[in-house]
């Protein structure tokens, strides 16, 4: 192991200990004596209570803003200076999202009757300004680990949530089958399910579908470089999880709490809409399932630009055999990017389907573990990451040569 790698490695060990000591500080006027120190209760009650979900539902926000506003599309394209101006745009947002949630939770654990030490009107706004800063701490934690870590820190810190509840959900679910209030069978089928999928993860997310590509011959200055061969790597799931899967259920929801605010929550057909439009419903399985495969293929066309893609090729006499620059190769893209979307938004759709079809039939086991296709879709990607990072890392000299 290399000492930049061993450095590198020892600062992400040590971030990730920093992000699970703020996760068991409560937040200051919090009675937390009635819990185990290693309860669930004590995290949701701490400083980094709202974990990343602010930044993250700002920043795909922004993300997506993008998509339908030049303007701000041509300002992260800009430069180094215009995506500077995007990210403070998206601390902003952070912070009017965080303060929101934060209050309304602190809000309402003054109403718990022996939870709060001095359930006055200054705990709301303390436990609000801690919980508001336990983000930016988390975001700012994130971007060191990116930097002078191993892998993606906001990835990283995410994993991390999900992966230290598993030890405490395997427990219970041996409990339940000792006690015999659920199947082993069924646990067993559970545990095979997540061996094949984790396995589809693996082989999809590291899928691509190459294109040839053919350079012509380039001087550079008083040099003359040799015409070359290259692949154009199409990603066969570039739209990730988060923005579809995270985004698909607003354009129902977004419509439904209008309604809720026009006619009344207690409204016949606001109340029936809502009761559908549950977890394991099947009305909610079919149009989130809709929902997310559009998505992930309106997101991929935004991210593989085939028009873009074609006049790089151009510029830098770039061609692929057979096609014709300009327009004959931005159509064949489009066409390659769109057969291989197919694939990666079924893909997706099936990840968020496992805990609908669980619900729907009632076969699911009573612990998050077991019913998140997206949780295990982040620990994999971010294990892969890390797995190729440190490859890079390993094989890099001082001098950022590669041996």
């Known amino acids: 192991m290399s000492r930049e790698l061993a450095r590198r490695i020892a ?44 930044y993250l539902t700002a920043a795909i926000f922004v993300r997506l803003l993008s998509v339908v506003w030049r303007g701000l599309n041509s300002l992260e394209q800009s430069g180094e ?9 998206t601390l902003a947002l952070t912070l009017g999202l965080a303060a929101f949630q934060a209050y309304g939770i602190a809000s309402s654990l003054t109403s718990i009757p022996g939870l709060v030490s001095n359930p006055d009107g200054w705990f709301a706004v303390t436990a609000t300004a801690s919980m508001v800063g336990g983000v930016f701490v988390l975001v700012w934690l994130s971007e060191q680990i990116t930097r002078y870590g191993i892998g993606n820190g906001l990835a990283l810190i995410l994993s991390v949530g999900i992966l230290v509840s598993i030890p405490r959900d395997v427990a219970g679910i041996v409990e339940l089958v000792r006690r ?18 984790v396995a589809a993860i693996v082989l ?32 066969l799931n570039s739209a990730g999880f988060l923005i579809p899967v995270t985004v698909a259920p607003w354009i ?36 989130v399932s809709i929902a997310v495969f ?29 096609i014709a620059p300009g327009e004959a190769t931005a159509g064949y893209l489009d066409r390659v990017v769109s ?11 099936v990840l968020q389907l496992i805990p609908e079809v669980f619900e729907l039939y009632g076969i699911g086991l009573p612990y998050s573990m077991v019913v998140d296709g997206g949780a295990a879709l982040v620990v994999v990607c971010t294990v892969l990451d890390i797995k190729t990072q440190v490859r890079d890392v390993s094989l890099t000299n001082p001098g950022g040569v590669r041996r």
């Open 204 to 235: 999809v997310e590291g899928a691509r579908r190459n294109v040839r590509v053919e350079f012509g011959a380039l001087a550079v200055g008083h040099r003359q470089l040799p015409a070359r061969d290259a692949v154009l790597p199409i990603k």
């Open 294 to 322: 559009v998505i992930a293929f309106v997101y991929t066309a935004y991210v593989v630009d085939p028009e873009h893609t074609a006049k790089s090729l151009a510029r830098h006499s770039g061609t692929i055999p057979g």
């Open 11 to 54: 600062f992400t060990i040590g971030a990730l200990l920093l992000f699970r000591l703020g996760t068991q500080i409560p937040v200051a006027g919090v009675n937390t004596s009635g819990f185990s120190p290693t309860s669930d209760i004590i995290a949701r009650l701490s400083l980094f209570a709202l974990g990343l979900v602010p």
């Open 81 to 89: 200076g215009g995506r500077r101006k995007v990210a403070r745009a």
């Open 339 to 349: 057969l291989t979307t197919v694939v990666g938004a079924v893909y997706l759709t």
């Open 180 to 197: 015999g209030a659920i199947s082993s069978n069924l646990v067993f089928v559970h545990a095979m399910l997540w061996v094949v999928t």
């Open 252 to 287: 129902f929801f977004l419509p439904l709490a209008f309604a809720g605010l026009v006619l009344g929550v207690d409204h016949p057909l606001v109340a029936a809409a809502y009761r559908h439009f549950q977890l394991g419903q099947p009305a909610h399985l079919i149009l």
